[in-house]
């Protein structure tokens, strides 16, 4: 509905001051949109499809030239002569990277990206990720993803939808202090010593909670306010001199662990009703 493609049922929203239900054709020129499957021409090269979008956006001569090669640059098509390639011949990665340069070209005040490192090596999307962070200085930003570390990241608030249902709303900081307030320890012993790990976490902490359980390797969440860091590795450290760990961690909550106990939260309400 945001970018034209299904017309609202009812309601309305402003984009730029603009109504989606009046007003879409004002609402284009100052957005840009990279869609989840690239949506690309492919006997026309990354360069002149910025160059057909960036006219478009009312771009020409050397403002045109210089949006483009930017464009180019800040996601990494410059090199090797790929600008200049058909699209055809470039890699799924490749082709992600330019969807995004379009969504960004011509100034795009308004830009909705649909998970945009979809198929990207962890190079490239490091630095498709630094040329979202550079771009969104000064326009806004919509963008829908599945992973947590895209999203903390990129975003400077999240949402979570569970099942077309917005759940919360917040910075990462502030999601994480609201569904946090729990270490995570992970501990691996031969199972037959599993009730000794039970054992050391209760004293640890009276109300921790096992999240994960699979031969001999168990996950707890530690309330914050009955454990502390020290305390768990000196126990964990004497632990060890009795017991035998093949393996164990402690870890903070992470925006996944959030995006899991909202959604198991929300699927439990769901059932209740």
């Not at 009046?22 to 090269?45: A, F, R």
């Not at 975003?155 to 919360?168: F, P």
């Not at 569904?179 to 031969?190: D, H």
Request: some cysteine; hydrophobic content about 40%; proline content about 3%.
């Amino acid at each position: 509905m945001m970018i034209g493609f299904v017309k609202p049922t009812s309601g309305n929203a402003f984009v730029q001051g603009f109504s989606i239900q009046n007003d879409m054709e004002k609402i284009y020129n100052s957005m840009g949109v990279c869609p989840q499957n690239d949506m690309l021409w492919e006997t026309l090269t990354g360069r002149e499809h910025l160059q057909f979008y960036g006219r478009l956006k009312s771009l020409s001569g050397s403002s045109l030239d210089l949006a483009v090669e930017e464009s180019l640059r800040s996601v990494n098509l410059l090199h090797g002569g790929a600008a200049d390639k058909q699209v055809k011949k470039y890699s799924g990665g490749m082709k992600r990277r330019l969807s995004v340069a379009i969504s960004l070209i011509g100034d795009a005040k308004v830009v909705y990206m649909d998970e945009p490192s979809t198929g990207l090596d962890p190079a490239s999307r490091k630095s498709l990720w630094n040329a979202v962070k550079q771009a969104k200085q000064d326009r806004a930003i919509i963008l829908t993803t599945h992973s947590m570390e895209e999203a903390e990241a990129l975003c400077d608030r999240l949402c979570i939808m569970v099942n077309g249902s917005l759940q919360c709303i917040g910075t990462p900081k502030e999601l994480i202090a609201r569904y946090g307030g729990y270490y995570v320890l992970t501990m691996t012993t031969p199972p037959e010593l599993e009730g000794e790990v039970e054992n050391l976490v209760r004293k640890l902490s009276l109300n921790a909670r096992m999240v994960y359980h699979l031969s001999g390797t168990q996950k707890y969440e530690l309330l914050k306010q009955e454990a502390r860091i020290a305390d768990v590795f000196m126990a964990v450290k004497n632990f060890k001199k009795r017991v035998e760990v093949q393996a164990w961690g402690l870890a903070d909550t992470t925006m996944e662990d959030v995006f899991v106990k909202v959604a198991k939260g929300a699927q439990s309400s769901e059932e209740l009703s």
